[in-house]
């Protein structure tokens, strides 16, 4: 099974700031990676499949990187709806598996 | 614009089975392109997978390891929905059931019903 390893656990910042976040494959995972936001009390929603796409309806401001075992989320210029959690999934290796998440949290 | 609606109790005994439920709109449990799935959520394992379903000319599945003794997911043509049942239940298996679809080459989760909290106690 793919471990994926996210980083930090808790990220705080203010709006208007650039978030990044991490996630890091215990294997290669080529570029079979997306990324997921989730508000409390909401399903997760999908924002970045196969590492850098963005889903469909998702602001410019949502970048994805990276390939192999390294992944990036970034968020340009946050705005109040992006804090939140996200969580990045791999579909390389069954079974599918996904991220311990990283919390943005307004500072 | 496919929507999934979620439907099963909130309550189950330890040692009975979880069912839930998951209707369709905006698409065909038959899709030939797309694939039904179960995940749940907890605080102690986090988001984890629990299987698949998806046609491509006969019904296939596929079930994670942590539950394969246990799991059964099944297409209902009839109503356009697919289900979930989990046999065997323990405390352990407390957690936020979502049903979700996507591509069935992507693996990747486009829509997702809007989770169903389901205790295991007696």
């Known amino acids: 099974e793919i471990v994926l390893t996210q980083s930090p656990a808790t990220l705080s910042l203010s709006p208007g700031e650039r978030a990044t976040l991490s996630c890091r494959a215990s294997q290669s995972v080529s570029s079979s990676l997306a990324w997921y936001q989730q508000k409390f009390g909401q399903a997760p929603r999908l924002l970045i499949y196969?590492?850098?796409n963005r889903a469909t309806g998702i602001p410019a401001r949502f970048s994805g990187s990276g390939s192999g075992t390294d992944f990036t989320l970034t968020i340009s210029s946050l705005e109040p709806e992006d804090f939140a959690l996200y969580y990045c999934q791999q579909r390389s290796n069954w079974p599918l598996t996904f991220g311990g998440g990283t919390k943005v949290e307004i500072k | 614009q496919v929507q999934l609606q979620q439907s099963g109790p909130g309550l189950v005994k330890p040692s009975q089975t979880l069912s839930l439920t998951c209707a369709i709109s905006?698409?065909?449990?038959?899709?030939?392109?797309?694939?039904w799935h179960w995940i749940r959520q907890s605080p102690s394992r986090g988001l984890e997978w629990l299987g698949r379903?998806?046609?491509?000319?006969?019904?296939?599945?596929d079930y994670g390891l942590s539950v394969k003794s246990r799991i059964t997911i099944n297409p209902d043509t009839s109503e356009n929905q697919f289900s979930l049942r989990l046999k065997s239940v323990t405390p352990e298996d407390t957690a936020v059931y979502y049903c979700?679809?996507?591509?069935?080459?992507?693996?990747?989760?486009?829509?997702w019903g809007q989770g169903t909290l389901v205790t295991v106690s007696s």
């Open positions: 905006g698409d065909s449990v038959s899709s030939n392109s797309v694939a």
């Open positions: 979700a679809s996507g591509g069935v080459g992507t693996n990747f989760f486009h829509y």
């Open positions: 379903t998806y046609y491509r000319s006969e019904w296939f599945n």
């Open positions: 196969d590492a850098s």
